[in-house]
């Protein structure tokens, strides 16, 4: 019997940064994976200061999900600062946000927003199953 597929977690952007690592380690560290919606979840909670709540509806997840994703980035976080481990990030369960970042440059009627080079524009967004 299969598991319920996982939902793709909405991420605003890949991030730049596919690896962190310790300076003055001796040999070489081991190393921690973090997931492209770990650092998201880290991203809206601890550097842009959302809710719980909000930042799951971002990401178009539940709360609990949400919580569960962020208490594993920091662990994953955690484990590599204490001892001295390289923190790769890459991988999961995700999907590039462009309807987001394009609502918002029409919502706020200012086509200045910068949209990051990073992010495909495809030629069809599919705006019914985004939403379920």
């Known amino acids: 019997m299969l598991g319920r597929p996982k939902k793709l977690r909405k991420v605003l952007k890949e991030p730049d940064t596919k690896q962190f690592s310790p300076r003055g380690h001796r040999g070489r560290p081991g190393y921690n994976e973090l997931k492209v919606e770990e650092i998201e979840a880290i ?11 909000e ?55 200012c086509a200045s927003i910068p949209i990051p080079s990073s992010i495909p524009i495809p030629n069809e967004i ?7």
């Open 43 to 53: 991203r809206l909670i601890d550097h842009m200061g959302l809710k719980q709540t």
């Open 55 to 109: 930042a799951a509806k971002c990401m178009g997840i539940s709360q609990q999900t949400f919580s569960r994703i962020l208490r594993n980035a920091r662990k994953v976080l955690a484990e590599a600062l204490v001892l001295g481990r390289i923190i790769k990030v890459g991988g999961g369960d995700f999907k590039i946000a462009v309807l987001l970042i394009l609502m918002a440059v029409v919502l706020s009627g």
């Open 126 to 132: 599919p705006i019914v199953s985004w939403f379920l």
